[in-house]
């Protein structure tokens, strides 16, 4: 009986520790060291390679800054090309394309002028009124200018020795007239007279033309024609 009591309780202790699981085995404090160790020097590492990876960026960008800065100092200040469309241009203006300016009209020699006077009629009855005409002529080479206006010009008639009429003596405006004349042309002024006398000064004549032989001449400036005969009825 005591024999058999001694056999069950040893089966009942065997039993009991075979049906524990074991545990993870435990990682001995050497190994937790090292394992600290290389996680400190491979986040060195990175850190390392980090810090060289921007000093260079930093370097490299300040070599270029530093570059661009010299070469900007060496090509001197940038000048834009003519005719840039960056610059405005000056707005063309007349002048660009400006007409030559003509060349004035010289004057006429005076001494190659020539004056004529003639009249419409050699006869005229006593009713008649004679009409005038003084002709100019450029006898310069060139064409020039001549005044010709009303106060150069006179028609003056005479008989004898006595003065019969004058355009000059009543006119009531005198006026100038520069006329460019070609080479060798003329240019011709009329004159109707009403078969009156006129003195200087626009007095009032007493005594009118009577029928006779009277003399015309013409002049423009100090320049006389020659005399033209008419009678009057």
Aim: glycine share 12%.
């Amino acid at each position: 009986m005591a024999g058999k009591g001694a056999g069950g309780a040893g089966s009942k202790g065997s039993s009991g520790r075979g049906a524990r699981t074991p545990g993870p085995r435990r990682q001995s404090p050497e190994v937790y060291r090292r394992r600290r160790i290389a996680v400190v020097v491979l986040m060195v590492l990175i850190l390392g390679v980090l810090g060289v990876g921007v000093s260079a960026a930093v370097v490299a960008v300040g070599s270029s800054a530093a570059g661009e800065g010299a070469t900007a100092a060496a090509a001197g200040p940038e000048t834009t090309p003519a005719g840039d469309a960056s610059i405005p241009s000056a707005a063309p203006t007349e002048t660009a394309s400006a007409t030559p300016t003509p060349t004035p009209t010289p004057s006429c020699d005076p001494h190659l002028i020539t004056v004529a006077a003639s009249t419409d009629k050699a006869v005229y009855g006593p009713s008649e009124k004679p009409l005038f005409t003084l002709k100019v002529t450029n006898g310069n080479p060139i064409p020039c200018e001549v005044n010709v206006g009303t106060k150069q010009m006179e028609f003056l008639v005479v008989s004898g020795v006595d003065r019969i009429f004058s355009s000059k003596d009543c006119q009531a405006t005198a006026e100038d007239l520069p006329k460019t004349i070609a080479a060798g042309g003329s240019e011709t002024a009329n004159f109707p007279w009403s078969r009156v006398r006129s003195i200087e000064g626009c007095k009032a004549a007493t005594v009118q033309p009577k029928p006779g032989i009277y003399v015309l001449t013409a002049s423009l400036g100090a320049t006389t024609s020659s005399k033209a005969v008419f009678e009057l009825k």
